[in-house]
């Protein structure tokens, strides 16, 4: 793995974790108003059931006290009765009692419900901005609203359910504009947010830790895939630069004569196997010596290093191959007949010429010039590659005698 692989995963791998944590959280957001409506409807009902207990029992009495006042929008003949032992009792129909839970609830819990509607007999149930939007959607057609609203500064899940009048509030609710199924108003129940945002701030807290640790350690992943990765390219690139040393000439990056060999072995067999000619040509660069000697070694590396890198632009197909042979001489060796390779062999000999690279000791051309040995055989059983090299060899001796900058073929 690259360095730049290993950032864009690591990125990836962050985007996804952040990705996984936003949904998470704002799931979590959906459940607790889920949870907190749920919780407000339950309370709804359950007032709701009570408030049916009461009115199915016509209102129950409870003594006269200072929180239980006589309720004066009650207008029932019997609303106040005094039992046989002296006791004054009151009636406590299902609105006062919704009331007096909804005080109780409100100190204990913080959870508020109100009993409104919109034209409340009793002015402290006029309903608030809020309730009133609810409950014109009641006057709609809906049966309960819900919403995140605040109330004097505080905000609140709210949720309200509408009142349907029943046939035991009729006791009551006894007026002509009044039928049984009429929405009459509705309780509104608000829930603290505080109360889910303390469970959702600890859930949020093992999210974050939890998706910390799993960004963590899949970071750490990364880590070891990309150090196990640099490792293995470091081994790697070790073990080419052995075998380049072992094969490759440092000063040309030409295939050495160990390569050349094991390559002509390969490729003899696989001709005589084949019925196919296998030519060869020895490369000589002329008068080396004197060049060295008058323009210095380093110049005679450079220039070795410019004749090999001008041979090898001809050498492109896998059966062909130049290799530097030793000191100033490089051999090819080609699957091709005599004619394709004294062609090849004028090509290289035209190119280096064509170099112009002042050779000053030279005799026979101003530029570093090459003469060329070929030779072709078809390999057969009787016949040893080495026969190939020395005919070559014998090849290049006679360019060498008969001119130089030349390329001669074996005559046998
Ligand atoms: N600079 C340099 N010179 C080298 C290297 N290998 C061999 N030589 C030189 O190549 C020269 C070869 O000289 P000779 O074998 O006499 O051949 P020549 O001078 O080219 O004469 P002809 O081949 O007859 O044209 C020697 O002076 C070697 O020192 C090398 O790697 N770098």
């Known amino acids: 793995m690259k360095a730049t692989s290993f950032l864009l995963f690591s990125m990836l791998w962050l985007m996804l974790i952040g990705l996984s944590f936003y949904y998470q959280v704002e799931d979590d957001k959906k459940y607790g108003q889920k949870i907190a409506y749920t919780q407000a409807e339950m309370f709804f009902r359950h007032i709701v059931l009570m408030r049916q207990w009461n009115a199915g029992h016509g209102g129950v009495y409870a003594p006269v006290t200072e929180q239980n006042p006589p309720n004066p929008y009650l207008n029932t003949p019997d609303r106040d009765v005094t039992t046989s032992t002296g006791q004054k009792l009151t009636l406590i129909n299902p609105a006062l009692m919704t009331r007096q839970l909804a005080d109780m609830e409100k100190s204990h819990s913080g959870i508020r419900f109100h009993i409104t509607s919109l034209t409340p007999i009793r002015p402290e149930n006029k309903a608030d901005a809020w309730e009133t939007k609810a409950l014109q959607a009641f006057v709609q057609g809906r049966q309960s609203y819900e919403e995140l609203s605040d109330i004097g500064g505080q905000s609140f899940y709210r949720y309200m359910g509408a009142l349907v009048l029943e046939p035991s509030c009729l006791k009551c609710h006894n007026g002509p504009e009044h039928k049984v199924g009429d929405v009459r108003g509705g309780i509104s129940v608000s829930i603290p947010s505080s109360s889910i945002d303390d469970f959702l701030s600890v859930r949020l807290q093992w999210l974050q830790q939890s998706h910390l640790l799993i960004a963590a350690i899949g970071l750490m992943a990364l880590l070891v895939a990309y150090w196990a990765q640099e490792r293995l390219n470091k081994r790697l690139t070790k073990a080419r630069s052995h075998l380049q040393l072992a094969y490759l000439d440092s000063l040309t990056l030409l295939p050495n004569r160990r390569y050349y060999d094991a390559f002509v072995r390969r490729e003899w067999k696989r ?142």
């Open 271 to 412: 001709a005589t196997r084949h019925h196919y000619p296998l030519s060869m040509i020895m490369i000589d660069i002329d008068f080396f010596k004197a060049y060295n000697d008058s323009l210095g070694h380093v110049e005679g590396d450079q220039c070795l290093r410019q004749v090999a890198r001008t041979l090898r632009r001809y050498f492109r197909r896998s059966g062909d191959l130049i290799a530097r042979y030793g000191g100033e001489e490089f051999c090819v060796v080609a699957a091709c007949d005599s004619l394709q390779i004294m062609q090849l062999a004028e090509i290289l000999r035209t190119a280096v010429e064509s170099m112009k690279l002042p050779h000053p000791e030279s005799k026979i051309s101003q530029y570093v010039t090459i003469s060329l040995g070929v030779a072709t055989l078809i390999p057969r059983e009787n016949i040893e590659f080495g026969d190939l090299l020395l005919h070559a060899d014998r090849a290049l001796y006679d360019a060498k005698h008969s001119g130089r900058n030349r390329v001669e073929k074996y005559r046998g």
